[in-house]
Nanobody
Framework: EVQLVESGGGSVQAGGSLRLPCSTS????????IAWFRQAPGKEREGVAC????????DYADSAKGRFTISSDFAMNTVYPQMNSPNPADTAVYYC?????????????????WGGGTPVTVSS
């Protein structure tokens, strides 16, 4: 059974940091790029970052550049998105998705497997 499970969500103050591990199982982790998405209330889902299975390089949406990071631990089949210096506009439900291709479709249209999401609230 394929599983992607996000954790680490909750409340964080603006300017703090929060790590949102995405643990995976049931598929060949080394053959999938893992992307990080979010959906704020009343808004469409948007891509935040992606780490490529081909060259392990990461790519970021403009809204995340310089603030957020994404890394992976292939021994643990886990990806570690991290929010640094978040602000209230980053409040959303955060999801990870696995796609059998190089990074990435920021709309999530190429994601094969989705996690259930973890909510994050950033307070000022």
């Amino acid at each position: 059974e394929v599983q992607l499970v996000e954790s680490g969500g909750g409340s964080v103050q603006a300017g703090g940091s929060l790590r949102l591990p995405c643990s995976t199982s049931g598929f060949a982790f080394e053959d999938y790029s893992i992307a990080w998405f979010r959906q704020a209330p009343g808004k469409e889902r948007e891509g935040v970052a992606c780490i490529s299975y081909i060259d392990r390089r990461s790519d970021y949406a403009d809204s995340a550049k310089g603030r957020f990071t994404i890394s992976s631990d292939f021994a643990m089949n886990t990806v570690y998105p991290q929010m640094n210096s978040p602000n209230p506009a980053d409040t959303a439900v955060y999801y990870c998705g696995a796609e059998n291709s190089n990074c990435w479709s920021t709309s999530g249209s190429r994601v094969d497997y989705w996690g259930g999401g973890t909510p994050v609230t950033v307070s000022s």
